[in-house]
T-cell receptor, first 117, second 111 residues
Framework: GAGVSQSPRYKVAKRGQDVALRCDPISGHVSLFWYQQALGQGPEFLTYFQNEAQLDKSGLPSDRFFAERPEGSVSTLKIQRTQQEDSAVYLC???????????????FGPGTRLTVL | TQLLEQSPQFLSIQEGENLTVYCNSSSVFSSLQWYRQEPGEGPVLLVTVVTGGEVKKLKRLTFQFGDARKDSSLHITAAQPGDTGLYLCAGGETSGSRLTFGEGTQLTVNP
């Protein structure tokens, strides 16, 4: 596809369930980012990959959150034992390259809206 | 953690009016980006400014990066209903990689 795709677009989970959110970046993009966007707020950084290496996971709110990108392409964000405060839109973005000075233009997917009941 | 304060949070104006959205921080950013987000979609990049004092124009939109690279503004001339949306500023940190977003300005342009 031409852009970043995410699935599912909507996910409803009962409190305590585990969920897995998928991101397909633009083909050839080295860098991949996950952000969390609460209702009415701007996105907040969660984690960043360069190829398969997770270089920054300082934004993950707890050890219930885990992200992986095993082959340097598709990424999965997993949330274990979901809580109501995890309800948000989870955005994935990819960029062609990044260096210590500039992240490169980040192209965002449509997001996955997670609702925890 | 670097923070970006965006104002106003909400703005409702009539078609044809001008408006300015501000993005301020006490921290220096390597770049400043402006995005527009529609409901149910991800943010779409409008512009990136990287040089202090830089001004960029995109049709009726004018973007400015402060001299000290700590603040930015977005000015829209003769707003149209199609400009309605959530406008987000985002700073690229000097260490690279992550973007720090402001809280967004929800703009509504009434016909």
């Amino acid at each position: 596809g031409a852009g970043v795709s995410q699935s599912p677009r909507y996910k409803v989970a009962k409190r305590g369930q585990d969920v897995a959110l998928r991101c397909d970046p633009i083909s050839g993009h080295v860098s991949l980012f996950w952000y969390q966007q609460a209702l009415g707020q701007g996105p907040e950084f969660l984690t960043y990959f360069q190829n398969e290496a997770q270089l920054d996971k300082s934004g993950l709110p707890s050890d219930r959150f885990f992200a992986e990108r095993p082959e340097g392409s598709v990424s999965t964000l997993k949330i274990q034992r979901t809580q109501q405060e995890d309800s948000a839109v989870y955005l994935c973005a990819s960029s062609l390259r990044t260096n210590k000075f500039h992240s490169g233009t980040q192209y965002f997917g449509p997001g996955t809206r997670l609702t925890v009941l | 953690t670097q923070l970006l304060e965006q104002s106003p949070q909400f703005l409702s104006i009539q078609e044809g009016e001008n408006l300015t959205v501000y993005c301020n921080s006490s921290s220096v950013f390597s770049s400043l980006q402006w995005y527009r987000q529609e409901p149910g979609e991800g943010p779409v990049l409008l512009v990136t400014v990287v040089t202090g004092g830089e001004v960029k124009k995109l049709k009726r939109l004018t973007f400015q990066f402060g001299d000290a690279r700590k603040d930015s503004s977005l000015h829209i001339t003769a707003a149209q209903p199609g400009d309605t949306g959530l406008y987000l500023c985002a700073g690229g940190e000097t260490s690279g990689s992550r973007l720090t977003f402001g809280e967004g300005t929800q703009l509504t342009v009434n016909p």
